[in-house]
T-cell receptor
Framework: EAGVAQSPRYKIIEKRQSVAFWCNPI?????LYWYQQILGQGPKLLIQ????????DSQLPKDRFSAERLKGVDSTLKIQPAKLEDSAVYLC??????????????FGPGTRLLVL | DQQVKQNSPSLSVQEGRISILNCDYT??????FLWYKKYPAEGPTFLIS?????DKNEDGRFTVFLNKSAKHLSLHIVPSQPGDSAVYFC?????????????FGAGTTVTVRA
């Protein structure tokens, strides 16, 4: 079974530029999560989707971050404009539909972003 | 605010001995706890979990203990092997409240010496 795919794996941009990350979850997984992991910290949830609807985006800095999951499969996370403090690894995870009793989250390899 | 804390950033253990990783939490709504393992340049991989209705869960060499009154859990790896060298994250969620997002600790880097 294919795992969670993410691209690109690495990205270097200058502050105030824009960047987008892509995630393809495990086939059949209705729930998709984006996490931000700053060096030396644990992952922090940015946004959670159930199919193509947003379940939780309370920790998403909406003035610069946006995410979408059209058609309830792939998802993109965008930062516009980027700040130095956005340098982090952005992890995508997916799970079966919440409430199914099988909500273990499976993570992709992440996208490492460096903002100069 | 840090609701899940791993106070030991690193742990070094000899191959064949026991590794004990500790985790504390502050949110009394948490009812499901997990441990993830992470190798460099890879995403976290699920290792083992425990529900708040239990105080112990075992899977092969890995055992998780939960002490709800102390808001403390630990992961025991016996015996430790070189392939166990990784970063281990403790995580928690509040499933009974339909809150499935994970709150993570900062991680403990385990090094298993040959």
């Amino acid at each position: 079974e294919a795992g969670v795919a993410q691209s690109p794996r690495y990205k270097i941009i200058e502050k105030r530029q824009s960047v987008a990350f892509w995630c393809n979850p495990i086939s059949g997984h209705a729930t998709l999560y984006w996490y931000q992991q700053i060096l030396g910290q644990g992952p922090k949830l940015l946004i959670q989707f159930q199919n193509n609807g947003v379940v939780d985006d309370s920790q998403l800095p909406k003035d610069r971050f946006s995410a979408e999951r059209l058609k309830g499969v792939d998802s993109t996370l965008k930062i516009q404009p980027a700040k130095l403090e956005d340098s982090a690894v952005y992890l995508c995870a997916s799970s079966l539909v919440i409430g199914s009793g099988q909500e273990t989250q499976y993570f992709g390899p992440g996208t490492r972003l460096l903002v100069l | 605010d840090q609701q899940v804390k791993q106070n030991s950033p690193s742990l070094s253990v000899q191959e064949g001995r026991i590794s004990i990783l500790n985790c504390d939490y502050t949110n009394s709504m948490f009812d499901y706890f997990l441990w993830y393992k992470k190798y460099p340049a890879e995403g976290p991989t699920f290792l083992i979990s425990i529900s708040s209705i239990k105080d112990k869960n075992e899977d092969g060499r890995f055992t998780v203990f939960l002490n709800k009154s102390a808001k403390h859990l630990s992961l025991h790896i016996v015996p430790s092997q070189p392939g166990d060298s990784a970063v281990y994250f403790c995580a928690a969620s509040a499933r009974l409240r339909n809150d499935y997002k994970l709150s993570f600790g900062a991680g403990t880097t385990v090094t298993v010496r040959a």
